[in-house]
């Protein structure tokens, strides 16, 4: 059978970043930027280098390091947004221009408050504006699942006369139904006399949880690039799942006559690692990449799958890189195996990180009998701070229990200078927190607070994650240890750091 090429652009640098509780920082979205390049997307969408500064460097940054996949940035149907994107994009080796402008009547009259003839007027003068700039363009039309059909087939031909080379037909509010969705791009393609000139391509949202079904309904008719995120994340209910999409397309071959290039190997890590980096857990029944997504609980299962795992297994754990739980390293392992052993993880140390993460090994090696991948990448992801460490956490002793105050005393370091001081508080953690915000003289309020152990065993690490209200700025951390409380402490730091290295301006951090 021969498989046409599906493309996969993956926006969860862009759309799954709008998500609340999902942005990350330069160096955090380069850490995904290099996944997503391992799990050989074809497009990333980096950013919408006009929405903050902080975008614009992402993208640039993105662009100039990242090599192999398409770059993409967002620009509204204006020159400054456009002029922006490519300054950003230009150092990419394969940038593109994605330009979008919504064409249904109630954005037109409501949002952007344009008539169909000024929107196709913008439509064709961006796209004209952007392919003087750069020859890859792609033009979405938000809201097209809601948009009169024949305007929407008007505005698809005059982009693409205009030089437009993807033309993205979104379902932005997640409204659309699979046939209905099908037909609508059987529809552009039959109507549509130019459509042979673009690749078609859908970016479909998730309200009503037949995100993936619509991609995979605007496959079949047509479309030949799908927009899609990892784990599912974006704007409210999220966008399609780039692991379900491509699990499906891969499990389901025998009705479905296409291919992706991407590295199945690679889609746990790329879930785990945006989860690590965010916080943002997947539910334990998330298809793909869920903890239970390959576990069996009932004995018939269990006896069925030992027996012949397609009994009840349609894809192997293997496919999607789940490698279960490792006993890996003791104590008495050398620095080179440990570092053989992250490199099997994803990562690369230099020698700096190695002597740090190796000592911090050894000590986690001496309180706990058995390490697990998940510990060695909890223990990284702590140490790798990818914020500047404006405050560091030195010690921190707490005395609690149910008949006595929770007092904690904390020691605080700031650039070569160390403070102690002491505070009671609500429990251990409130103590804790207390005795941090006496020492910084900053005070953070608690939106979101949660522990969860990262492998098995009582003396697992534990990872804390925390949202905190800096006066009008929200900020999340993590942190982990053995000890919850030195992580909440920890994580609750982080979280202040960024707000620091953020938000305030540096005479005000000076003042400390
Ligand atoms: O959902 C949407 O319509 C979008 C466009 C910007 C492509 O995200
Ligand atoms: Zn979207």
């Given at each position: ?8 652009f ?88 994605h330009?979008f402008l919504a064409t249904s ?33 792609e033009f979405s039309a938000e809201d097209a699942s809601r948009s009169d059909r024949?305007f929407l087939a008007?505005v698809v031909e005059?982009t693409i006369?205009?030089?437009a080379?993807t033309i993205n037909i979104p379902d932005t509010v997640g409204y659309a139904?699979?046939?209905e969705f099908g037909e609508l791009i059987k529809y552009l393609k039959?109507e549509v006399?130019?459509i042979?000139?673009a690749i078609l391509s859908v970016h479909c949202h ?5 995100a993936?079904?619509n991609s995979?309904a605007a496959i079949?008719n047509g479309a030949r690039q799908v927009e ?12 399609a ?272």
């Amino acid at each position: 059978m021969t498989r046409e090429k599906i493309r996969i652009f993956d926006t969860t640098l862009r759309d799954g970043e709008q998500s609340p509780g999902a942005s990350l920082n330069i160096k955090e979205k380069l850490q995904m930027a290099r996944q997503l390049a391992k799990l050989r997307v074809d497009i990333i969408e980096a950013g919408f280098p006009i929405a903050s500064p902080g975008d614009f460097e992402a993208v640039k940054e993105i662009s100039k390091t990242i090599k192999g996949p398409v770059i993409a940035g967002l620009a509204r149907a204006k020159k400054e947004d456009i002029d922006l994107a490519w300054k950003a994009l230009k150092y990419a080796q394969k940038p593109r221009i994605h330009i979008f402008l919504a064409t249904s009547d109630i954005h037109m009259k409501y949002k952007l408050e344009k008539t169909k003839s000024e929107v196709l007027n913008d439509a064709v003068k961006s796209v004209k504006l952007a392919k003087k700039i750069t020859e890859d363009v792609e033009f979405s039309a938000e809201d097209a699942s809601r948009s009169d059909r024949k305007f929407l087939a008007e505005v698809v031909e005059a982009t693409i006369d205009a030089g437009a080379t993807t033309i993205n037909i979104p379902d932005t509010v997640g409204y659309a139904m699979p046939v209905e969705f099908g037909e609508l791009i059987k529809y552009l393609k039959r109507e549509v006399p130019n459509i042979g000139k673009a690749i078609l391509s859908v970016h479909c949202h998730n309200d009503l949880g037949l995100a993936v079904a619509n991609s995979i309904a605007a496959i079949e008719n047509g479309a030949r690039q799908v927009e899609c995120t990892v784990n599912g994340i974006g704007e409210r209910a999220g966008n399609a799942s780039l692991e379900e999409i491509v699990m499906g397309l891969y499990t389901r071959r025998d009705i479905l006559p296409f291919k992706t290039d991407v590295n199945t190997v690679e889609i746990c890590n790329s879930s785990r690692l945006f989860s690590r980096l965010t916080g943002l857990q997947v539910q334990v029944n998330k298809a793909v990449v869920g903890k239970n997504a390959f576990a069996h609980e009932a004995g018939i299962h269990q006896h069925g799958v030992l027996k012949k795992a397609q009994t009840y297994e349609i894809m192997t754990p293997k496919i999607v890189g789940i490698k279960g739980s490792h006993l890996v390293l003791g104590k008495h392992s050398g620095r080179h195996a440990l570092m053989r052993r992250y490199k099997e993880l994803g990562y690369e140390l230099g020698k700096e990180e190695l002597d740090r993460v190796y000592a911090i090994f050894i000590d986690l090696a001496d309180k706990k009998k058995v390490i697990f991948n998940e510990d060695l990448e909890a223990i990284i992801d702590d140490e790798i701070q990818t914020v500047p460490e404006i405050f560091q956490l030195v010690s921190l002793q707490v005395v609690s229990g149910n008949k006595t105050f929770p007092t904690a005393t904390v020691r605080l370091k700031k650039s070569g200078s160390v403070f102690q001081d002491s505070a009671t508080g609500d429990g251990p953690v409130d103590a804790s927190c207390n005795a941090i915000d006496k020492l910084t003289k900053i005070k953070g309020k608690f939106l979101d607070y949660s522990i969860r152990s990262v492998s098995i065993g009582r003396e697992a690490v534990g990872e804390a994650f925390v949202k905190v209200k800096f006066g009008d700025k929200v900020h999340t951390g993590k942190a982990a240890s053995t000890d919850v409380i030195f992580a909440s402490a920890k994580a609750y730091l982080n979280a202040l750091n960024k707000f620091l290295s953020k938000d305030k301006s540096k005479k005000e951090i000076e003042g400390f």
